[in-house]
């Protein structure tokens, strides 16, 4: 294998973005100092240019990787010769340079799009040149500190390809980029924030500038907790989806603190209140973000998702804090314009609900947070080992939750300024009578823990309540319109994309919610050993092993058994449920067979040796009612919110005509 | 604020100092009488041990050094020959142990290993990973030196050296 | 009609339910799911496919077929490997720490919450009151403005 020049190649481009990343945060700086159009413009033009630079790199490290070009030193280290395309191509993110390289190739995006589309306010230069220097750190990194294009004077022959968890399914390619693009769309929000200290305009312009950013930041960021989720549910073989693992805590917390964002700038778009408080709330996701890209990266915590330890986590680690300071000083700086001048009429409003959300939201952020980061402080104090798992992450999640739907049950009703005292009755009627009504049914069928009937009671709480919103909002307008139903439905959801796409995202949030429920609370776990061509009862299905079979393809060797799943004595289905182990690693990973069905999925993972010339096969047998209704509920939240994002028809509410005298709800 | 960023900040640098959560973690059973062993004895050592091997029975009194290994662990093999040297100069009066665990159904792989070393100690087969567990294992290789009155005197998880190993066996002989 | 096809779903559910297995079966997932598997990286024993987990969850089961209670159980467990095996810090010493700061910081949240609604409530309450030179002023425009009418 002989030296080539991608490694060169790809080094320079990182090197001229970082050049032109450097130019564009001085010029922009001077560009904003002086009032000088000319110097704006141009660092818009170079955060366009370090955009196309990272192109190159990223198109250099493709082609690197697809070409097994094992002189570029992050292609020796992660990819292998016999690893099929869209392994080679996904190889880029599965090590640490290399998902250092993405997540700042989006940052680049994000900020050339900001650059050129972002209307020119007086908040923009400011709040581009904050994006310049964030993405002067991560190209930064790539190129000083983590550089993935370092050239190998003597290429090894072959590579060990990536971590066995990470190429055998397909989510590889959608989670970590979804997660990068939620992670660094929450950092336009928060430039933006920063311009309004900077310039000392710190009203709802920041906000409603980048209204549409913060809501794509949380769609991925969401998509993305959800896809890892799914991915971690067919995977990691032991039919579960969320483990409160200490990587997939940190990119819960700024997804925690991101919605009770989203939905706190409404109080300040509204009643102008909260300002210093959304400030520091915006200033705390992004923080949020850093941080977990430290703790990810650093070896600080245990995870199975850590990847690398190494001069990495110092420099991310230095990043957080400064930035925090960063931050900080500003508001501390510009106090006086920030502070909260607030008027609230009554704390029975939909202000009143929002601040009781974020204290709710905040609330939680913070126990995951200290659950996280506790057997470090342990360990720091005591010398002691500790683990925090699971069973206090539950503990203290599900109660915060459940408050937080409710409040999402009865907020969207209740007016702002003030609630109505009949209306507000009336409301809560409804919403306490179909929770009493869904947790009855629910205690007839046999559901007795607490835990899950309350989820139950919320549930139908919340499907009252957007049937109450529907109703509020199109049964006037049928009335007044005179038009069919179905055509004043059209044009509400037509008119309405905010409203009614929030409305979906809350029906899906639902729908999540119960799915959770049931898969945490009513899954049974069996570990049973099937003896060959002997059925086994499990949960109403007779499972027989047929056969053991091993097999091998290309660079990838299986071992497994073959079992058929049947009801009834009618077969359904033949799982095949497996170990797979990929050639130049040791790691064995479990190809778990699942049956999915809508009420619930029958769950296969090898449990034991799986040699040919056994008589039997050891498996873990579990069955999780309503798991895909969290994947199905996490499809029409992205919908929803999909929508919402979807630019409106303002103007279409102003040309009123003669009979469009609609009642606005 | 600024005491808040200052104290995570000194948390991470020790966090950071330290390195990664490692299983290098105290034993819990210090000063403490070590859980018994009944084991199968490997067949290739059958004739000098017998089919089963017990602690604290047959260590006779003796301190014992208990080594956990399996088959395809790396710095076990490193190991292995260390531990026949001590074995060799120490055998009377300090008893070797070497366990075969975490190496389910691969009572074969451990002849071979066995073999391979010349290991001449007893050396028996925790086929289900009891013994192990029972011993707190977090991997392997792991090596519990324990007193003469049955009690843990030391724990070592991961490659021994033979200095270490000359250290321990002075310190058991005390 | 919408809402008797969401009981009805929510009947279904219900009926879809797990029949359950065998009691000890189900304790012992419950049980594991309190252990760390300790040759993992950062899984619980119940979701565990290694060695150890298969083995522990086979000594728990027979424990609960001896009929010993989940602590003693867990306590075995925690004298081989120590507090760190348990998924749940102790309750005690410097652990109680992480169950009551969360406590404690939303009751903290709420507290401040409650202060602020009482401050902002009063500023929207308060008229402030007008001098007497203003009010005379209002009277003057008042009247201007109805004799211009």
Known sequence: MEVTSLGYVGSAAVFIALALALYGLVAGLLGVHRQDARMQTSARYSAVAVFVAMTVAVIVMQVALLTDDFSVSYVAKTSRIASPVWVKVVTMWAALEGSILLWGWLLTGYTALLAVVAPNTTLRPWALVIMQGIQIFFIGVTSIVANPFTVLPFPPLDGPGPNPLLQNHWMMAVHPVLMYLGFVGLAVPFAYAMAALITRRPGVDWMTQTRRWTLAGWLFLTAAIIAGGWWSYEVLGWGGFWAWDPVENVSFLPWLTATAFIHSVQVQERRRMLKSWNVMLVTLTFALTIFGTFLTRSGVVSSVHAFGDGPVGPVFLGFFLVSLAFAFTLIALRWDQVRDTAELDSPVSREGAFLLGNILFLALTFAVLLGTIFPLIVEAISNERVTVGAPFFDQVSVPAFLLIFLLMGIGPLLPWRRAEEQTLRNNLLWLTGMALVFALVAWLFGMNRPYPLITVAVAGWNLASLGLLLAGALVPRVRLSGRGAAAVIRTYIYENRRRFGSMVTHFGIVIIAVGVMAASAYRVDEQARLNLNEPYAFQGYELTAVSLFQESAVGEASSGAVVEVSRGGRLITTLRPHMKQYEGQEMIVPTPGVLYTTWHDIYLNIAGSTEPSQPFVILHLVQSPLVTWIWIGGFILVLGTGYALMPGRAGHRIRAGADKNVVRV | MAVVIAALGLLFLFGLRRGSPDRIITSNMLGQPVPAIELPVHSNLLTQYGSTFSLPADAAGRPVIINFWAEWCEPCRVEAPLLQDIWEAYGDEVLVLGVQTLDRGRQAAGRSFINEFGLTFPNVFDGDSRSGRAYGLFGVPETFFVNADGTLHEKHAGILTAELLERAVGALLN | ?149
Not at chain 3, 20 to 47: D, H, N, Q, W
Not at chain 3, 82 to 109: I, K, Y
């Open chain 3, 1 to 149: 009609m919408f809402y008797l096809v969401l009981v009805a779903l929510v009947a279904g559910f219900s009926l879809a339910q797990s029949e359950g297995g065998t009691t000890i079966e189900r304790r012992v997932f419950e049980i594991a799911g309190k252990l760390r598997c300790p040759i993992c990286v950062s899984e619980s024993v119940a979701a565990s496919s290694s060695q150890i987990a298969i083995t522990m969850r086979e000594e728990i089961q027979e424990q609960l077929e001896a009929g010993l209670s989940e602590s003693q159980i867990l306590a075995g467990f925690q004298a081989s490997y120590g507090d760190w095996v348990l998924l749940e810090p102790p309750r005690r010493g410097v652990h109680l720490l992480v169950w009551l700061l969360p406590v404690a910081a939303g009751a903290a949240g709420l507290v401040l919450l409650i202060g602020f609604m009482r401050r902002w409530t009063r500023a929207a309450a308060e008229v402030p009151a007008a001098s007497e030179a203003e009010l005379e002023r209002v009277r003057e425009a008042l009247d201007g403005d109805v004799d211009s009418e």
